[in-house]
């Protein structure tokens, strides 16, 4: 069983942290109500969804994946880059612990789970302005006990890792050739955003199908002509809040 780890929106979220993306109005009703689509696409590819309260106060607590990092044998609570979001993980490392011994990044290291990407016992970390090299040596250091490597690879104009490349399946990544050098996944089969679509590169990819924004439409016609079945979900509010399909929610097996 996958378990979805979920945070409903915040009232605040229009007070969130934005680093690429301008500030706009959030309709907070109609992002809710994007969460629970989100929320029903995981289910429907066989999630558990659990769903934490909002945290009126913490504007990005919505983006769970940022505070930890979660694999079979550990859960790394991370130290997010935006001082404003540091107090997130405490009520997530709760949860996981329900499900995982606990770890944890410390200062001055700095990680977000936005930056992490597993494929396979590999995982790819930004160098980003949120995670710092402590940070990235910390998670190294504690995933090299267990067997796995960390990598670091430099990103340029977007937030996080994870805007710029995600995986497809265990070979192929998606990826934003303006944001991140494709020879660092050279040995993947790399399918590229559509150019019209900047932002396309974030999917999650749960049982071998990827969840997508649906305003993506000709990077969908990409993905499904690699051979890799998509579902579609509107996050336009979370959107603007530089939320992306990925940050959302925390998947892991449940054992
Ligand atoms: N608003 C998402 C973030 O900047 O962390």
């Known amino acids: 069983m996958l378990i979805a780890i979920t945070r409903e929106v915040s009232p605040s979220v229009a ?18 109500a994007q969460h629970r689509g989100y929320q029903r696409a995981l289910a429907t590819l066989g999630c558990e969804v659990r769903v934490l309260d909002a945290q009126p106060d913490m504007p990005d607590a919505v983006f769970v994946e940022d505070v930890a990092v979660v694999v079979d044998e550990v859960a790394v609570m991370t130290r997010p880059g935006a ?21 944890a990044i410390e200062a ?19 160098e980003s302005a949120r995670s710092n090299a402590d940070g990235i ?50 040995h993947y089969r790399i399918v590229e955003v559509d150019p019209a679509e900047e932002h396309a590169a974030n999917v999650l990819c749960i049982g071998g199908t990827v969840v997508m924004p649906a305003c993506f439409p000709r990077t969908r016609a990409r993905v499904q002509g690699a051979g ?23 998947v892991f097996r449940e054992s």
């Open 15 to 32: 007070g969130c942290e934005l680093s690429f993306v301008p500030r706009t109005e959030i309709d907070v009703a109609r992002a809710n």
């Open 83 to 103: 001082e404003s979001r540091r107090a997130e993980g405490a009520s997530i490392a709760e949860v996981l612990r329900q499900y995982r011994r606990l770890r």
């Open 228 to 250: 890799v079945d998509v579902v579609s979900v509107d996050v336009s509010e979370l959107q603007k809040a530089e939320g992306a399909v990925t940050c959302c929610s925390l």
């Open 137 to 186: 040596a910390q998670l190294r250091s504690i995933l090299a006990e267990y067997g796995y490597t960390v990598q670091g690879v430099p990103i340029q104009g977007c937030l996080h890792l994870k805007s710029a490349v995600t995986a497809l399946d265990d070979e192929s990544v998606l990826l934003q050739p303006t944001w991140i050098d494709r020879a660092a996944f050279a």
């Open 108 to 126: 001055p290291g700095t990680l977000d789970g936005g930056d992490v990407l597993r494929i396979g016992r590999m995982f790819y970390v930004g």
